[in-house]
């Protein structure tokens, strides 16, 4: 740090702010001070920073399923880094919830937490608040400290979408998420648009016989719908003619699949960005921005007419 702020002619105070918070120095001394830091290969070091400060200034990340999550947490992370933190992960199993994970965590001092997929209770909670730790949780029921997404047009969108092909039972898939197939308030919505919803896993969807199948099966993920696919592939039963298959989550992959697959685009990126600058805002103590971030149905050819419907 020395040798940039030498070369750029300011303090190392300077340096850091310019760093870490360029927002709190002018625009001209940001991008000096960044130049210098780039021609000379200088890359902040928040362990070293954290020394002389006394604090971690790190936030630990725990995810209950990093392919279907992966675009939040990239956005979050990278968030959180441009402002100078470091940001552990670590996994933890849904069923089981956070708990473990998070005492882990708190055993290194981190000063955040970013919860995603699953949202802390009981013991876990406690330890949370005896602590006074900010945390935020992303795809997790979590009144005031969640980031929440408005998933009500998409499901709307969805039931009257089936209900228009002539569906009349749809199966919500629950291994991932244990949402309403990936769309919350999915299953209220078909029932609206006289679509009967059920609810199954896929290894109880594979035990039946072909012909038993619904004529929609709605996935937790866009990954569980490939797995619906495949399945129905190896089954000889027919996508979408037998059988329309919807994922959730709009993966980059979703376009690629054969048919396309119809899904659910939910907005990672931005909530990961949100919940980081939630994080960000409490730490130092300002209003968080809110953000209003909305699902939408994306279709595409993995959904088509029911059986028999004309």
Same mark, same amino acid.
């Given at each position: 740090? #020395?040798?940039?702020?030498?070369?750029?002619?300011?303090?190392?105070?300077?340096?850091? $702010? +310019?760093?870490?918070?360029?927002?709190?120095?002018?625009?001209? /001394?940001?991008?000096?001070?960044?130049?210098?830091?780039?021609?000379?290969? %200088?890359?902040?070091?928040?362990?070293? $920073?954290?020394?002389?400060?006394?604090?971690?200034? #790190?936030?630990?990340? /725990?995810?209950?399923?990093?392919?279907? %999550?992966?675009?939040?947490?990239?956005?979050?992370?990278?968030? *959180?880094?441009?402002?100078?933190?470091?940001?552990?992960?670590?996994?933890?199993? $849904?069923?089981?919830?956070?708990?473990?994970?998070?005492?882990?965590? /708190?055993? $290194?001092?981190?000063?955040?937490?970013?919860?995603?997929?699953?949202?802390?209770? !009981?013991?876990?909670?406690?330890?949370?608040?005896?602590?006074?730790?900010?945390?935020?949780?992303?795809?997790?029921?979590?009144? !005031?400290?969640?980031?929440?997404?408005?998933?009500?047009?998409?499901?709307?969108?969805? =039931?009257?979408?089936?209900?228009?092909?002539?569906?009349?039972?749809?199966?919500?898939?629950?291994?991932?998420?244990?949402?309403?197939?990936?769309?919350?308030?999915?299953?209220?919505? *078909?029932?609206?648009?006289?679509?009967?919803?059920?609810?199954?896993?896929?290894?109880?969807?594979?035990?039946?016989? =072909?012909?038993?199948?619904?004529?929609?099966?709605?996935?937790?993920?866009?990954?569980?719908?490939?797995?619906?696919?495949?399945?129905?592939? /190896?089954?000889?039963? =027919?996508?979408?003619?037998?059988?329309?298959?919807?994922?959730?989550?709009?993966?980059?992959?979703?376009?690629?699949?054969?048919?396309?697959?119809?899904?659910?685009?939910?907005?990672?990126?931005?909530?990961? #960005?949100? +919940?980081?600058?939630?994080?960000?805002?409490?730490?130092?103590?300002?209003?968080?921005? #809110?953000? =209003?971030?909305?699902?939408?149905?994306?279709?595409?050819?993995?959904?088509?007419?029911?059986?028999?419907?004309?």
């Amino acid at each position: 740090m #020395e040798d940039v702020a030498a070369a750029a002619g300011v303090s190392t105070a300077s340096v850091s $702010r +310019a760093l870490a918070r360029p927002d709190r120095v002018s625009v001209a /001394l940001a991008a000096r001070v960044k130049a210098v830091a780039t021609a000379l290969r %200088y890359v902040p070091n928040p362990a070293a $920073r954290a020394l002389s400060s006394l604090h971690s200034r #790190e936030v630990a990340a /725990l995810v209950s399923d990093l392919p279907a %999550y992966v675009a939040a947490v990239d956005a979050a992370l990278g968030r *959180l880094r441009e402002a100078g933190w470091a940001v552990s992960i670590a996994r933890f199993d $849904r069923e089981a919830g956070p708990g473990t994970a998070l005492q882990l965590a /708190l055993e $290194r001092d981190v000063e955040g937490v970013l919860l995603v997929g699953g949202a802390p209770s !009981g013991e876990a909670l406690n330890a949370l608040a005896e602590r006074k730790l900010p945390w935020v949780a992303l795809a997790a029921q979590a009144a !005031g400290a969640g980031i929440d997404i408005d998933f009500a047009p998409a499901a709307r969108a969805l =039931a009257q979408h089936l209900s228009a092909l002539g569906h009349r039972r749809a199966t919500c898939l629950v291994d991932a998420g244990g949402w309403d197939g990936g769309c919350p308030g999915v299953a209220a919505a *078909l029932g609206a648009s006289g679509v009967e919803a059920s609810f199954s896993c896929l290894a109880d969807l594979c035990t039946k016989p =072909a012909p038993t199948w619904p004529t929609a099966v709605i996935c937790g993920d866009d990954l569980a719908a490939l797995r619906v696919m495949r399945a129905a592939e /190896l089954r000889g039963v =027919a996508v979408p003619g037998a059988v329309s298959v919807i994922g959730s989550g709009n993966q980059p992959f979703s376009a690629l699949t054969s048919p396309p697959l119809t899904t659910v685009d939910i907005p990672w990126r931005r909530a990961g #960005e949100a +919940a980081a600058d939630r994080l960000l805002a409490w730490r130092e103590q300002r209003p968080p921005q #809110e953000a =209003a971030l909305t699902a939408k149905l994306v279709i595409r050819r993995s959904a088509g007419p029911a059986r028999g419907f004309t």
